[in-house]
């Protein structure tokens, strides 16, 4: 059995946990709002203190052999796309690590031509020795290719549903393999059995209705935890930002909703690490940090070689699975810039020491570094 089976029959399987989170995600009043807020906030700190972990994206490739119609790097958007090489992604990493940085997240779109399993444990080892913590946000893989990650050195798998509405999804993804709603869905269970030690799940808000999305979500996170017991967990809630193909997403979560969000995953999963992206304005990261977050980005780049400019002398366009160079291509747009495609814009473009700044502003302790595999040996 697989969490594919508790979510196709979630109506019949509502636990206390999951009803209470109902309940939460309800409208609220203003006073309600601001009681709930304050027992996230009370909880965070009981379970978490004041610190604030931080992290940094790292982009190998922009290349995807899926048409995902509200992603950048969706295989018929006419962009400048790029791998980059091992050497390259050293680079890149040798960047962040200069910044402060020992927690890092490798993101590559879904191509299994540039992006295999070997290419990833090839840029895991070359980076090891800079990032005690490494994680990947990359195609999902079957169990025995996780397992070579793990003993690679990887520590950490993040897999987000995009949304949880089948016919959504199906709707959403109309080529690739990304189409296989169930093989994704069952994703955080093989990572767990190859050996991650932390695993991150998500939603893309936006594309569905968001408490219906939410309710699936915390009902993965439950089953999860239930399950699978041994790892560690963190979730998130990117919500749409602005991309190549100008995607409209037909649903929305305002930033009253967001707080909610935030709230209720705290108060119900009070152990669970809560993921803070980029892609929200800079004042209202601010405001969010002390109420329920664990864990923020910064200095964010979405594109492949965005902190050195690294691969800028391989752009190239991708056609029906060719390669076309850019002076080739004479029937797309013309680039403004020659840098590769970035997957969203972000929305916070402080650098990693002025959100440093604001944290201890905020009475938190950002943390670097927070795991070592010599914690291990015997």
């Avoid at 940085?101 to 992006?115: D, M, N």
């Avoid at 893989?141 to 959504?168: D, F, H, W």
Wanted: neutral net charge; hydrophobic residues 35%; proline residues 4%.
């Amino acid at each position: 059995m697989s969490f594919v089976d508790t979510f196709d029959n979630l109506s019949n399987r509502l636990n206390t946990k999951l009803e209470n989170f109902i309940q939460i995600i309800s409208p609220l009043n203003k006073s309600d709002l601001e009681s709930i807020v304050s027992e996230s906030t009370r909880v965070t700190r009981k379970n978490f203190g004041k610190t604030m972990r931080l992290f940094a994206p790292l982009y190998l490739s922009n290349e995807c052999v899926n048409n995902c119609t509200y992603c950048g790097f969706s295989r018929d958007n006419p962009i400048l796309r790029v791998t980059l090489t091992v050497d390259q992604v050293l680079s890149e990493a040798k960047h962040l690590h200069s910044q402060g940085f020992r927690s890092i997240l490798l993101v590559a779109g879904e191509h299994p031509k540039f992006v295999s399993s070997g290419y990833i444990e090839e840029c895991i080892f070359a980076i090891k020795d800079l990032f005690p913590s490494i994680a990947l946000e990359i195609a999902p893989m079957k169990e025995p290719e996780y397992i070579s990650l793990v003993n690679a050195g990887c520590e950490a798998l993040v897999v987000y549903q995009e949304t949880y509405n089948r016919k959504s999804y199906k709707n959403l993804h109309t080529s690739g393999p990304k189409k296989n709603f169930n093989w994704r869905l069952e994703c955080p269970e093989r990572a767990y059995n190859a050996g991650f030690r932390r695993i991150g799940i998500g939603a893309l808000f936006g594309l569905s209705e968001w408490k219906k999305e939410a309710l699936s979500l915390a009902a993965h996170l439950d089953y999860l935890q239930r399950v699978c017991w041994k790892a560690n967990y963190t979730v998130s809630f990117p919500r749409i930002r602005p991309a190549a193909g100008q995607f409209n997403p037909e649903h929305s979560l305002n930033d009253r909703d967001f707080v909610q969000l935030v709230c209720a995953f705290r108060i119900c999963f009070p152990d669970v690490g809560i993921v803070l992206s980029t892609r929200e304005k800079e004042i209202f990261r601010n405001n969010l940090v002390n109420i329920g977050i664990t864990t923020i980005s910064a200095g964010s780049h979405t594109e492949p070689g965005g902190y050195t400019g690294e691969g800028k002398d391989d752009l190239h366009y991708t056609v029906g699975g060719r390669r076309i160079e850019i002076n080739e291509a004479s029937e797309m747009k013309p680039c403004s810039s020659q840098t590769a495609t970035e997957q969203f814009e972000i929305n916070d473009e402080r650098s990693p020491a002025e959100v440093c700044k604001m944290l201890k502003s905020k009475g938190l302790d950002p943390v670097w570094k927070d795991w070592d595999t010599a914690i291990l040996s015997s």
